[in-house]
């Protein structure tokens, strides 16, 4: 827009100054068209072109159109000058404050019956009337605020009350659901709560194997593939060796589990977690597969020495698998009560509630989630009857580690209906999860970036690199001791920063700075949703009970070594002598058992858990069977160590 003012003002000034000179030269040569001359000079006539115009003679002479190409050219020429002049003088920078009106124009800033997309500011203060900031066109934002900051109030509650599409958002502390979740409902979407580890087993369940089981045979080892690398990560440089192998063992056992009819990850942990020598176990799963690439990758390690299968399962366990202990979060596994395919054909909000104090914990879960998402929507482009756009709203993005799958997708999955917001506490945060190529590439694909109360080095600097510098005129007087009357002034063009980094830290507490991608920077009132003019009947208009989910009981333990046949039976036991080399690897964590007075029969579990599936519910009748058989043997006198099934905890026997 300044652009356009400059060339405006340029044109209307040219045209201004080059009229009357332009007709002084056109009366010069009416006056000398019979050629240079004492005479001609002395008779020069301001009036000359007059009385050759068609107003005065009647008709257009050849000497009228002449003049008009002089009074043209003189137009051109003196624009050409003022525009070179008003270039250099502009040389040292034109950065300035964009104007409320010029972002209307460009639908960044709207009323708010206009708003459909995610809320970053206000032109007002809270009680005012003014219009929000939405981020128009660009598709991802970036919001950096410390702790405190204004974020929740400001961006991130504002935009889950408005925002038109389907939203995935990130709850570290619950409160967006408590907050927002009745207006989401209200808005006529599908409310889902996927909180893994609530105390009353209060959550929607997700399990992402089930998309694999989806897809059709000749593509599910990719898609394994590509669960593998979103879930088990190397946790240090020495796990990063490993990792190829780790990730192969996963995929071979999320097909085995397939296969078997037990498609989750917990199957999976509970399928390397047993007690025995591991390379006796991956060969006989080599030998019950029928998947070629299963059978290939459990023949490879069943081939290896101990020690290299000992580091493969340890970089798999600490890589994420070893999270699928903890019986919630297999519980919260076991099945999907949404599918990702949907989101943008039904407006559905997912929130995924963790405390602070689990987030890191359950980060492998978290970044599965997300980046499967990601890899779903852009399968394929949108049909018709998808017209719903999905934002990631990712609060603490930091604490998920690195999230490959999204840093890419930050660059192509705007054409997929996909949306971005990314939330941090300093740019440093991407720094250390990224580096400096991957914060790059964050910064220059996020058309929105939002600063709140920066306190840190880093992000002072570049917020005043980023919106650049001014011209200003400079003037400077020098004196010479023999004239010191006379003194010597000197006019130049100079440059400086819009806004200094101390002046950043400065901003009141109310405003924030929003760098907006080909636009001029903008200093806006931040949003306050509870005492702000439209957003707060929206707040207050929320009652009835939260729409949680029902608890789900605990699904009953079973063993998961019926599924491969007894490791433990006596030909296995002696076979162990045969190699003394060998030993378990000890990379899988044990499961852990729920305690004694808390955890319900066999027979009350399988009662209680009705969605199993016909082998589990068979597998649970006979380890009910087994268990009776040792209580009518004990009770007869004989001495039996069946009595109940036993229980992996990972160790060898």
């Not at 000034?13 to 000398?32: D, K, R």
Request: net charge neutral; glycine share 8%.
């Amino acid at each position: 827009m300044a652009g356009t003012n400059l060339k405006l003002t340029t044109l209307l000034f040219g045209l201004a100054l080059s009229f009357p000179l332009g007709l002084i030269f056109a009366s010069v040569y009416v006056s000398l068209r019979v050629g240079l001359s004492i005479r001609g000079l002395r008779e020069f006539d301001l009036l000359a072109f007059w009385y050759e115009t068609p107003f005065y003679l009647g008709y257009a002479s050849a000497t009228f159109y002449t003049c008009l190409i002089i009074v043209g050219m003189t137009s051109v020429i003196i624009m050409v000058i003022l525009s070179m002049l008003m270039l250099r003088a502009k040389h040292f920078g034109t950065a300035r404050w964009a104007r409320f009106h010029e972002m209307r124009q460009k639908s960044f800033i709207k009323p708010y019956r206009r708003i459909t997309g995610p809320i970053f500011g206000k032109t007002s203060g809270p009680r005012g009337f003014g219009q929000y900031l939405t981020n128009g066109e660009q598709p991802h934002s970036l919001v950096v605020a410390p702790t405190r900051a204004g974020k929740g109030v400001g961006v991130v509650i504002p935009t889950l009350l408005t925002f038109d599409g389907s939203v995935l958002a990130l709850d570290v502390k619950g409160e967006l659901f408590e907050l927002t979740s009745r207006a989401r409902l209200k808005r006529g979407d599908r409310v889902l709560k996927f909180s893994p580890l609530d105390r009353e087993g209060r959550t929607h369940c997700y399990n992402p194997v089930l998309d694999i089981v989806a897809t059709p045979p000749e593509r599910r080892f990719s898609e394994t593939r590509r669960l593998a690398v979103n879930l088990i990560v190397a946790k240090g440089k020495g796990a990063e060796g490993f990792i190829e192998g780790a990730r192969d063992l996963f995929v071979a056992g999320v097909l085995a589990c397939i296969e078997r009819d037990t498609p989750t990850i917990g199957a999976v942990y509970d399928l390397f977690s047993q007690p025995g020598e591991k390379y006796k176990l991956f060969a006989q799963l080599a030998e019950q597969t029928k998947i070629p690439e299963a059978r290939r990758i459990f023949d490879n390690m069943a081939g290896n020495d101990t020690k290299l299968l000992t580091s493969y399962t340890s970089v798999l366990g600490d890589g994420g698998l070893n999270l699928w202990a903890d019986p919630l979060i297999k519980n919260a596994t076991s099945r999907s009560d949404f599918s990702i395919e949907n989101l943008r054909r039904d407006p559905t909000t997912i929130y995924l509630c963790v405390s602070p104090n689990d987030l890191e914990v359950i980060a492998p879960l978290v970044r599965l989630f997300f980046q499967q998402t990601v890899s779903i929507l852009q399968r394929t482009l949108p049909q018709k009857d998808e017209v719903f756009e999905v934002l990631f709203l990712l609060d603490e993005f930091k604490h998920l580690g690195r999230l490959e799958a999204i840093e890419t997708a930050v660059t192509t999955i705007a054409g997929y209906k996909g949306r971005f917001m990314f939330i941090i506490q300093s740019l440093s945060a991407l720094t250390g999860a990224y580096e400096q190529p991957g914060k790059e590439n964050f910064l220059s694909n996020t058309g929105v970036q939002v600063f709140m109360a920066t306190a840190d080095d880093e992000t002072p600097q570049y917020i005043s690199k980023a919106i650049g510098e001014y011209t200003f005129h400079q003037k400077s007087k020098s004196f010479s001791p023999r004239e010191w009357l006379s003194p010597n002034i000197h006019m130049s063009d100079q440059g400086a920063p819009l806004l200094r980094a101390e002046q950043v830290r400065l901003i009141d507490d109310n405003k924030q700075i929003v760098l907006i991608k080909g636009q001029p920077p903008l200093q806006l009132d931040k949003v306050k949703y509870y005492c702000d003019r439209y957003l707060k009947p929206i707040f207050a208009s929320q009652t009835g009970p939260l729409p949680e989910p029902d608890p789900i009981p605990l699904i009953a333990e079973t063993t998961t070594f019926a599924l491969v046949g007894s490791l433990s039976d006596p030909a296995a036991e002696t076979s162990r002598g045969d190699a003394p080399q060998r030993a378990a690897s000890p990379g899988i964590a044990k499961p852990t058992a729920a305690p004694p007075t808390a955890a319900p029969s066999a027979v009350e579990q399988s009662s209680e858990q009705p969605r199993g599936t016909a082998a589990q519910r068979e597998l649970l009748a006979r380890i009910i069977a087994v268990q009776e058989l040792g209580v009518s043997d004990r009770s007869s006198g004989k001495s039996e160590t069946g009595g109940s099934a036993p229980a992996f905890d990972g160790s060898d026997q």
